[in-house]
């Protein structure tokens, strides 16, 4: 997360879905399947030189491949952050170079957003933010509860125009996921079981 300037508060931050992974994994997985049948297939020796040895480094080599193209998958997801805060939109990328983005809120004009069926189902979709100044539109791609994170950046909207302090939580809504208290989620304020005796 980047650094935050005097008085500017977070009000929520998020990370792509989970379901980024999904692509990569099953890639990797039907790299690692195929190269061991490819391997097993293959004779054991050839012209009387054992090839068990070649096999091993070759698949170690492979497994290795895989890891590092996982790895550098999940430095990506976990370097990229989507952050409202009480001024301004700040979109931050990369793991060794670091290319932060920020929209203040005075500029964003509309957001939308798209959720295909597997998005649906999953609770994740894309936001666009149109801001003024800009040529097109910011995507933030397949983000937890975008409807959520829209409409939190346009309460945030709403609240700097009217010069108002917006409501913030005192720890920041992290990937459009509030865990359970220890309690359950429980009723809603000012719920209750009804009063016996028919009193009022």
Known sequence: MPKLLDNEREVRVARQHWAVFVPVTLISALVLIVSFVVLRALPHDVRGHDLHDVKVIVILIIGLVVLALLSLHYLRWRFTTYAITDRRVLISRGVLSRYTESITLDRIQDTSVSQSLLGRIF??????????????????????????????????????RMGIPMAVPQEPLTEGYVPPSSSGYGPPPGYGPPRQGGGV
């Open 123 to 160: 609770s994740a979709g894309n936001v666009e933010i149109e801001s003024a100044g800009r040529d097109g539109a910011e995507m933030i791609h397949l983000i937890p509860d975008p409807m959520g994170f829209s409409n939190q950046l346009q309460q945030a909207v709403d609240a700097h």
